[in-house]
């Protein structure tokens, strides 16, 4: 991993802070081009995983450097390296949902560090049971079932050395889907809910459409237009920029949803999770 870092914030859908590193993952820092943990409480690092490039990622408390792996899917060798690299003792393993692409590292991670696992909420037990099935089904035989520590649900807290982050419950693409969300920093790790124009799949088991919309514009919209979020796969936007452009939960969308009931036609999502 590269700790070659330039401040490239040119380009469609560039986010203002985002920072890129000359290799396979990138860093996420503050506004003025420097990194994250000089200037805010928390730091993070962005690390796609899997060949369905599941952004998993690494944040940590910049003071205790206690850090905790959002979403370990696999490369649990690749993943243990970057944060020596940083020289972060890892604190918490952290779920979004149950599906192979995001948990199927996390036992494995476990065993090999001892560190609890948070997340996500108990209705996603349907999927954890499934991860196994799940990876041998897309060539990815070393997915492993786990088992949580801890069951998240909305309004709860997790905490990371001296800093904390807030849950919210986001069922939809999964019954069982949480969002974590560090309101100082406006930082927010959505799993397959939102991406950059586009929103989770909702034709696996158990997904809801309308569960979905109403997590995004209930639960996400009132944390603020300024939020940055990291999905679950593709590139960083803002809820902001959702709002205005998203085809299917941008605000006009979802305003012609109301106005035309049963009679409003979905647009065909092909998004990545």
Request: aromatic share 8%; net charge negative; glycine share 12%.
């Amino acid at each position: 991993m590269s700790n070659a870092v330039s401040a490239e914030n040119e380009g469609p859908g560039a986010i203002p802070g985002l920072l890129h590193l000359s290799g396979p993952c990138v860093y996420v820092a503050g506004s003025q081009g420097v990194s994250m943990t000089q200037t805010m409480p928390i730091g993070a690092v962005i690390a796609p995983v899997t060949p369905l490039q599941q952004n998993c990622t690494i944040v940590w408390c910049a003071k205790t450097l206690k850090a905790a792996v959002i979403d370990p899917g696999g490369e649990v060798d690749r993943l243990l390296k970057a944060i020596a690299d940083k020289g972060l003792t890892l604190e918490k393993i952290w779920i979004t949902h149950g599906h192979m692409d995001h948990a199927g590292g996390a036992a494995e991670l476990k065993a090999r560090t001892g560190v609890p696992i948070e997340g996500p909420h108990k209705d996603d037990q349907f999927w954890i049971d499934r991860i196994q099935d799940s990876g041998e089904m897309y060539g990815m035989p070393e997915a492993r079932i786990f088992v949580t520590d801890r069951w998240l649900d909305d309004g709860d807290t997790v905490t990371l050395g001296e800093t904390e982050f807030e849950v919210f419950h986001c069922p939809g693409h999964t019954p069982g889907h949480v969002v974590f969300f560090h309101r100082e920093t406006k930082f927010a790790q959505v799993g397959d809910v939102l991406f950059q124009g586009s929103i989770g799949r909702t034709d696996f088991p158990m997904g809801n459409h309308q569960d979905l919309i109403d997590s995004i514009t209930q639960k996400l919209w009132p944390l603020g237009e300024d939020v940055r979020f990291v999905p679950g796969h593709g590139p960083m936007s803002t809820f902001g920029a959702e709002r205005r452009g998203n085809p299917f939960v941008g605000d006009r969308v979802v305003a012609a949803m109301k106005a035309q009931g049963a009679g409003f036609t979905i647009p065909k999502n092909n998004s990545p999770g």
